[in-house]
């Protein structure tokens, strides 16, 4: 049987997993077998840039956090997987999909996006949207075609008014 601290050790491992899904906007779970200890540290320190980090528990105390949080995804729990908690919604999917796209050895299995199961096709139509500030490029782009409008039309008018 095992020790009171044992048990407690392991309570605490999967609160801590529970406050992390619960805080996180974004969760992947990825298969990471075969990545060298170079290519997890780099992209660790890319998800860092991002404010997401990157860990590895037992699947049996994973599985205990998301019963805890109704979320079923016993067929995901097999073999060795890894965690990305984003506090961000985009970025660290983007930058996860980005690297396991130059990295054969990776495999993205499921994520949890604001509290709800994603597969894989959710998760690459989040990394498909652009970044912030493409967006707000694009943003300005668009207001700047009716300025130019406006100016063009303006300018004809003023021309009709001399002739």
Same mark, same amino acid.
């Given at each position: 049987?095992?020790?009171?601290?044992?048990?407690?050790?392991?309570?605490?491992?999967?609160?801590?997993?529970?406050?992390?899904?619960?805080?996180?906007? @974004?969760?992947?779970?990825?298969?990471?077998?075969?990545?060298? !200890?170079?290519?997890?540290? $780099?992209?660790?320190?890319?998800?860092?840039?991002? $404010?997401?980090?990157?860990?590895?528990?037992?699947?049996?105390?994973?599985?205990?956090?998301?019963?805890?949080?109704?979320?079923?995804?016993?067929?995901?729990?097999?073999?060795?997987?890894?965690?990305?908690?984003?506090?961000?919604?985009?970025?660290?999917?983007?930058?996860?999909?980005?690297?396991?796209?130059?990295?054969?050895?990776?495999?993205?299995? !499921?994520?949890?996006?604001?509290?709800?199961?994603?597969?894989?096709?959710?998760?690459?139509?989040?990394?498909?949207?652009? @970044?912030?500030?493409?967006?707000?490029?694009?943003?300005?782009?668009?207001?700047?075609?009716? !300025?130019?409008?406006?100016?063009?039309?303006?300018?004809?008018?003023?021309?009709?008014? $001399?002739?």
């Amino acid at each position: 049987m095992a020790s009171s601290k044992i048990l407690d050790t392991k309570k605490a491992i999967v609160e801590e997993i529970t406050d992390k899904l619960k805080t996180s906007e @974004s969760v992947i779970l990825f298969e990471y077998q075969g990545l060298t !200890v170079s290519e997890v540290s $780099e992209l660790r320190r890319k998800l860092r840039e991002n $404010e997401a980090e990157v860990k590895v528990y037992k699947n049996t105390l994973l599985k205990r956090a998301l019963d805890d949080m109704n979320l079923n995804l016993d067929s995901f729990l097999e073999g060795p997987n890894a965690i990305m908690f984003g506090k961000n919604l985009l970025e660290p999917i983007k930058t996860i999909t980005e690297f396991a796209k130059n990295h054969d050895k990776m495999t993205i299995r !499921v994520g949890i996006i604001n509290g709800e199961e994603a597969n894989l096709t959710v998760i690459n139509e989040y990394a498909a949207i652009p @970044s912030y500030e493409g967006l707000l490029t694009m943003l300005a782009a668009g207001m700047m075609e009716h !300025v130019r409008n406006l100016a063009i039309g303006l300018n004809l008018y003023a021309e009709k008014l $001399e002739n």
